[in-house]
Nanobody, 121 residues
Protein backbone atom coordinates (compact mmCIF):
# COMPACT_ATOMS: atom_id res chain seq x y z
CA UNK A 1 0.00 0.00 0.00
CA UNK A 2 1.09 3.57 -0.70
CA UNK A 3 0.18 6.67 1.24
CA UNK A 4 0.30 10.27 -0.01
CA UNK A 5 0.33 13.01 2.64
CA UNK A 6 -0.16 16.64 1.63
CA UNK A 7 0.78 19.71 3.64
CA UNK A 8 1.16 23.45 3.19
CA UNK A 9 -2.38 24.58 2.51
CA UNK A 10 -3.88 27.60 4.21
CA UNK A 11 -5.44 31.01 3.89
CA UNK A 12 -3.69 33.83 2.05
CA UNK A 13 -4.71 37.13 0.53
CA UNK A 14 -5.03 37.37 -3.21
CA UNK A 15 -1.59 37.94 -4.70
CA UNK A 16 0.09 35.88 -2.02
CA UNK A 17 1.99 32.61 -2.23
CA UNK A 18 1.78 29.12 -0.79
CA UNK A 19 3.90 26.01 -1.21
CA UNK A 20 2.27 22.60 -1.08
CA UNK A 21 4.16 19.41 -0.35
CA UNK A 22 3.17 15.79 -0.88
CA UNK A 23 5.24 12.92 0.45
CA UNK A 24 4.71 9.37 -0.74
CA UNK A 25 5.48 6.43 1.53
CA UNK A 26 4.90 2.71 1.67
CA UNK A 27 5.55 -0.05 -0.81
CA UNK A 28 7.23 1.94 -3.59
CA UNK A 29 9.59 0.64 -6.27
CA UNK A 30 9.42 3.66 -8.52
CA UNK A 31 7.11 6.62 -9.01
CA UNK A 32 6.25 7.25 -12.65
CA UNK A 33 4.53 10.60 -12.31
CA UNK A 34 3.27 12.89 -9.57
CA UNK A 35 0.93 15.80 -9.78
CA UNK A 36 -1.70 18.01 -8.28
CA UNK A 37 -5.39 18.39 -8.93
CA UNK A 38 -7.94 20.66 -7.29
CA UNK A 39 -11.63 20.69 -6.65
CA UNK A 40 -13.64 23.77 -5.82
CA UNK A 41 -17.13 23.56 -4.28
CA UNK A 42 -19.68 22.54 -6.88
CA UNK A 43 -17.04 21.91 -9.54
CA UNK A 44 -15.34 18.87 -10.98
CA UNK A 45 -11.82 17.95 -9.98
CA UNK A 46 -9.31 19.40 -12.45
CA UNK A 47 -5.67 18.62 -13.07
CA UNK A 48 -3.42 21.54 -12.13
CA UNK A 49 0.12 20.29 -12.75
CA UNK A 50 1.97 17.05 -13.31
CA UNK A 51 5.63 16.08 -13.51
CA UNK A 52 6.97 12.85 -14.93
CA UNK A 53 10.02 10.84 -14.00
CA UNK A 54 12.22 12.66 -16.50
CA UNK A 55 11.42 16.01 -14.93
CA UNK A 56 9.10 17.37 -17.60
CA UNK A 57 6.05 19.27 -16.39
CA UNK A 58 2.64 20.22 -17.71
CA UNK A 59 0.24 22.80 -16.34
CA UNK A 60 -3.37 23.79 -16.68
CA UNK A 61 -3.69 26.99 -18.70
CA UNK A 62 -5.23 28.74 -15.70
CA UNK A 63 -2.05 28.38 -13.62
CA UNK A 64 0.71 28.68 -16.23
CA UNK A 65 3.27 31.27 -15.23
CA UNK A 66 2.07 31.34 -11.61
CA UNK A 67 2.46 27.76 -10.35
CA UNK A 68 5.60 25.62 -10.46
CA UNK A 69 5.73 21.90 -9.81
CA UNK A 70 8.92 20.17 -8.72
CA UNK A 71 9.88 16.74 -7.43
CA UNK A 72 12.54 15.39 -5.12
CA UNK A 73 13.05 11.85 -6.36
CA UNK A 74 15.21 10.88 -3.39
CA UNK A 75 12.38 11.79 -1.01
CA UNK A 76 9.45 10.70 -3.23
CA UNK A 77 8.05 14.15 -2.62
CA UNK A 78 6.37 16.58 -4.99
CA UNK A 79 5.94 20.31 -4.41
CA UNK A 80 3.65 22.94 -5.85
CA UNK A 81 4.83 26.53 -5.54
CA UNK A 82 1.82 28.78 -6.02
CA UNK A 83 2.42 32.49 -6.63
CA UNK A 84 0.08 35.36 -7.43
CA UNK A 85 -2.84 33.42 -6.01
CA UNK A 86 -6.30 34.44 -7.12
CA UNK A 87 -9.67 33.88 -5.39
CA UNK A 88 -10.53 31.44 -8.19
CA UNK A 89 -7.60 29.25 -7.07
CA UNK A 90 -9.53 28.50 -3.88
CA UNK A 91 -10.09 24.74 -3.71
CA UNK A 92 -9.06 21.53 -2.04
CA UNK A 93 -5.78 20.46 -3.62
CA UNK A 94 -5.10 16.75 -4.02
CA UNK A 95 -1.81 15.02 -4.65
CA UNK A 96 -1.76 12.20 -7.21
CA UNK A 97 0.87 9.62 -8.05
CA UNK A 98 1.37 6.71 -10.44
CA UNK A 99 3.39 4.19 -8.46
CA UNK A 100 5.17 1.02 -9.47
CA UNK A 101 5.22 -1.28 -6.49
CA UNK A 102 7.74 -4.12 -6.15
CA UNK A 103 7.09 -7.05 -8.49
CA UNK A 104 4.48 -5.20 -10.55
CA UNK A 105 4.65 -4.13 -14.18
CA UNK A 106 1.68 -1.77 -14.20
CA UNK A 107 1.61 1.42 -12.12
CA UNK A 108 -1.21 1.99 -9.68
CA UNK A 109 -2.77 5.40 -9.15
CA UNK A 110 -3.04 6.90 -5.68
CA UNK A 111 -4.63 10.06 -4.26
CA UNK A 112 -3.90 12.02 -1.10
CA UNK A 113 -6.51 13.22 1.34
CA UNK A 114 -6.39 16.83 0.15
CA UNK A 115 -5.41 20.18 1.64
CA UNK A 116 -7.48 23.36 1.58
CA UNK A 117 -6.15 26.44 -0.19
CA UNK A 118 -8.08 29.68 0.19
CA UNK A 119 -7.12 32.94 -1.51
CA UNK A 120 -9.23 35.80 -0.18
CA UNK A 121 -10.04 38.90 -2.19
Amino acid sequence: QVRLVESGGGLVQAGGSLRLSCAASGSIFRINAMGWARQAPGKQRELVAVTTGDGSANYADSVKGRFTISKDNAKDTVYLQMNSLKPEDTAVYYCNADVFQPSTSVPRNYWGQGTQVTASS
